[in-house]
């Protein structure tokens, strides 16, 4: 690699991880020598691009765009650029697509280019007097150049007004400040640039002052009564998620409808992309029902007339809902938002807001490039529960966790719930490492107590818009005969493995019936992680075996009553997870309980428990994570069944 190559990819990660710079990996760097460019391929993202990220591209086959006459009919015009750029590549056979601004970088004298949107500056270049102040601001070093259409057309803009700029001042500009668009920065080394860039920050930091702080702010519960709804009047063939987000900036963005049009219209091509070139605006009075049919119809008219589905409403009194395909989105649809907010503040301080025009945003509506720069960045999720949202009771560790990652895998979006903050939050933060676009998100919940069951669907509700399965797997076993248990031990055990088991149904069911109700023909699941203690008695464990016998009882009662919203009600009953930390805890395992307390004849040591359990499945073994996953799938995937108890136990319970 050359030492260049290397200096680039550290400053593109530097900017590129700060989003007051880069937001969806928006902005592109390069270097170039006196043959090659190397630029940003796009659907890369500049805070983790590395070598492979960047495509190397002829500098002779570039110069052939800046003479050549294209179709002056722009779509065909900029098919034809698209092809040019392709056909310019070194190294064609690993698919990159450079970056839509390659010829711009080309232009540019120096080797090193690095184009952003940072926010400050575009609080400026958003503003009403952005072309004046740019002068009073920089002086003469900087070219600035007013909106054009990106692509071919602001290439040959900037061309012009460097060509002026060196005619002017005899220098190659270094700083070129792009209305509604942001800044390139050049210079022969990194170094350069970083102090570019510095100067250029502390003299709009001079200029801003103070704004508003950004505060979060309560989200309101009237939110599990209304997203639930809303994501189902969004999702068609396909499944939404949704976020809730409440802050001061939205607070005051959402006071009146003239504060609303200070964030409503798009200030440069990446609110566009991302968000939208319009979101909807509604009024929460406290009226649910009324908020829910206006947003029907509102909703129904914008996919109707637009030619996406909407990705951002805003509701007075409630919030910003975010909309996407998957949480990735959902991460971007926020970064960008709070973006917008932030640019219409410092344009404050610059004479007020100038947003696109019409015109304007029309163009990037359907301009080719964009979109395929948007479905590079928001990408795809795959598996058997694609999309699909789900709780996962007692799910840092043990069987739960076996389910999380399982379930992760297959493209769900997963809430953790568990007592043990810790190991909950190491576990969810594991999973969020990498590309992936569905999410998992901690709760810290105590399934045996009903405000924390509610706050952990509440939760659910604004960090993902719903829920489609609900697994209550968290439980407690405490092992001993009549003698040893104690009233207190034996009431802990019913409220964990029984009563809990009544509370998520409650709370669960209430969000999945509202769903129903909005999207009548979609199926929902509430699992129990049940035990084959749940279908025959076990020794020296009533207290275990009563809840699990129990439960299987609530299974059958509460499927009667929910099929008709859809919501399946079933039970796994799995055999022994050996391997976990149930039973394999060296220090309150049930191994070392089930020693302690005399229930195997003859046990001296751990292992000889651990031989005499494994003998009694006809498998052989115990239980696995997968084995219970494999039930799972049954269970979500078809839709004619409810009200079992389905044993995964190796034959060791068959029945009857």
């Known amino acids: 690699?050359?030492?260049?190559?290397?200096?680039?990819?550290?400053?593109?990660?530097?900017?590129?991880?700060?989003?007051?710079?880069?937001?969806?990996?928006?902005?592109?760097?390069?270097?170039?020598?006196?043959?090659?460019?190397?630029?940003?391929?796009?659907?890369?993202?500049?805070?983790?691009?590395?070598?492979?990220?960047?495509?190397?591209?002829?500098?002779?086959?570039?110069?052939?765009?800046?003479?050549?006459?294209?179709?002056?009919?722009?779509?065909?015009?900029?098919?034809?650029?698209?092809?040019?750029?392709?056909?310019?590549?070194?190294?064609?056979?690993?698919?990159?697509?450079?970056?839509?601004?390659?010829?711009?970088?080309?232009?540019?004298?120096?080797?090193?280019?690095?184009?952003?949107?940072?926010?400050?500056?575009?609080?400026?270049?958003?503003?009403?007097?952005?072309?004046?102040?740019?002068t009073v601001l920089f002086g003469t070093d900087v070219v600035y150049v007013p909106y054009v259409d990106p692509g071919y057309i602001l290439y040959k803009e900037v061309e012009n007004r460097i060509n002026v700029y060196r005619i002017r001042t005899g220098k190659e500009p270094k700083i070129i400040l792009l209305q509604n668009h942001g800044i390139f920065v050049a210079a022969d080394t990194t170094d350069e640039i970083y102090a570019l860039y510095d100067q250029v920050i502390a003299t709009l930091d001079s200029a801003i002052g103070d704004i508003q702080q950004l505060e979060d702010l309560p989200i309101d519960p009237a939110v599990a009564k209304i997203v639930p709804a809303i994501r189902m009047m969004l999702s068609g063939d396909t499944l939404k998620v949704l976020k809730v987000v409440n802050n001061s900036w939205y607070k005051r963005f959402l006071s009146s409808g003239t504060e609303y049009q200070k964030i409503a219209l798009p200030f440069i091509p990446d609110g566009i992309v991302y968000c939208n070139s319009s979101f909807i605006f509604a009024d929460y009075s406290g009226e649910v029902e009324v908020l829910l049919n206006e947003l029907s119809e509102v909703i129904k008219a914008y996919i109707a007339t637009q030619p996406k589905a909407p990705k951002v409403i805003c509701i007075r009194g409630i919030g910003c809902i975010l909309a996407s395909d998957n949480a990735q989105g959902l991460a971007t649809l926020e970064d960008v938002m709070m973006d917008t907010c932030m640019i219409s503040l410092y344009s404050e301080k610059f004479g007020g807001q100038s947003p696109m025009t019409p015109k304007q945003v029309q163009f990037i509506d359907t301009w080719e490039v964009e979109q395929y720069r948007s479905a590079q960045s928001m990408g795809k999720t795959t598996g058997r529960v694609d999309r699909r949202i789900a709780i996962v009771t007692g799910g840092a560790q043990g069987f739960g966790a076996g389910i999380v990652e399982n379930l992760m895998a297959n493209g769900a979006n997963v809430v953790i719930a568990d007592l043990n903050e810790e190991k909950g939050r190491e576990f969810t933060?594991?999973?969020?490492?990498?590309?992936?676009?569905?999410?998992?998100?901690?709760?810290?919940?105590?399934?045996?107590?009903?405000?924390?069951?509610?706050?952990?669907?509440?939760?659910?509700?604004?960090?993902?818009?719903?829920?489609?399965?609900?697994?209550?797997?968290?439980?407690?076993?405490?092992?001993?005969?009549?003698?040893?248990?104690?009233?207190?031990?034996?009431?802990?055990?019913?409220?964990?493995?029984?009563?809990?088991?009544?509370?998520?149904?409650?709370?669960?069911?209430?969000?999945?019936?509202?769903?129903?109700?909005?999207?009548?023909?979609?199926?929902?699941?509430?699992?129990?992680?049940?035990?084959?203690?749940?279908?025959?008695?076990?020794?020296?464990?009533?207290?275990?075996?009563?809840?699990?016998?129990?439960?299987?009882?609530?299974?059958?009662?509460?499927?009667?009553?929910?099929?008709?919203?859809?919501?399946?009600?079933?039970?796994?009953?799995?055999?022994?997870?050996?391997?976990?930390?149930?039973?394999?805890?060296?220090?309150?395992?049930?191994?070392?309980?089930?020693?302690?307390?005399?229930?195997?004849?003859?046990?001296?040591?751990?292992?000889?428990?651990?031989?005499?359990?494994?003998?009694?499945?006809?498998?052989?073994?115990?239980?696995?994570?997968?084995?219970?996953?494999?039930?799972?799938?049954?269970?979500?995937?078809?839709?004619?069944?409810?009200?079992?108890?389905?044993?995964?136990?190796?034959?060791?319970?068959?029945?009857?």
């Open 1 to 134: 690699m050359k030492p260049q190559i290397q200096e680039l990819i550290n400053i593109s990660q530097f900017y590129g991880q700060k989003k007051d710079f880069v937001i969806a990996g928006g902005g592109n760097t390069s270097f170039k020598d006196e043959d090659h460019l190397y630029i940003k391929a796009s659907g890369f993202s500049l805070a983790t691009i590395g070598e492979d990220g960047f495509a190397q591209l002829d500098r002779q086959a570039l110069q052939v765009i800046s003479g050549k006459t294209y179709s002056t009919n722009v779509m065909e015009r900029e098919n034809q650029i698209k092809n040019d750029l392709l056909n310019a590549r070194v190294h064609p056979e690993r698919g990159q697509r450079p970056s839509v601004e390659t010829s711009l970088h080309n232009l540019l004298a120096f080797r090193f280019v690095v184009h952003t949107h940072n926010t400050k500056i575009n609080g400026l270049m958003c503003s009403q007097n952005a072309e004046r102040l740019t």
């Open 429 to 656: 933060d594991s999973l969020n490492v990498g590309k992936a676009k569905n999410k998992a998100f901690f709760v810290k919940a105590d399934v045996s107590n009903a405000a924390s069951v509610e706050n952990l669907v509440f939760q659910t509700v604004c960090e993902f818009g719903g829920l489609d399965i609900f697994i209550s797997n968290a439980g407690i076993l405490r092992a001993g005969g009549l003698d040893e248990m104690t009233p207190e031990t034996f009431e802990l055990m019913t409220k964990v493995n029984y009563s809990a088991y009544f509370l998520c149904a409650k709370y669960a069911s209430a969000v999945m019936k509202l769903q129903n109700q909005y999207k009548p023909d979609h199926f929902m699941d509430i699992i129990q992680i049940n035990s084959k203690s749940g279908l025959k008695g076990s020794n020296r464990n009533f207290a275990y075996a009563g809840g699990k016998f129990g439960g299987i009882g609530l299974t059958q009662s509460f499927a009667m009553e929910l099929i008709p919203s859809k919501i399946k009600v079933n039970s796994i009953c799995p055999g022994n997870f050996f391997d976990g930390p149930l039973w394999a805890d060296e220090e309150n395992g049930l191994f070392v309980q089930y020693l302690r307390a005399g229930k195997v004849p003859g046990a001296k040591t751990i292992n000889d428990v651990k031989r005499f359990y494994e003998a009694q499945v006809p498998a052989g073994r115990g239980c696995t994570p997968l084995d219970v996953m494999r039930a799972v799938y049954y269970i979500i995937e078809q839709e004619y069944e409810t009200g079992q108890a389905v044993p995964v136990t190796g034959g060791q319970n068959m029945l009857n």
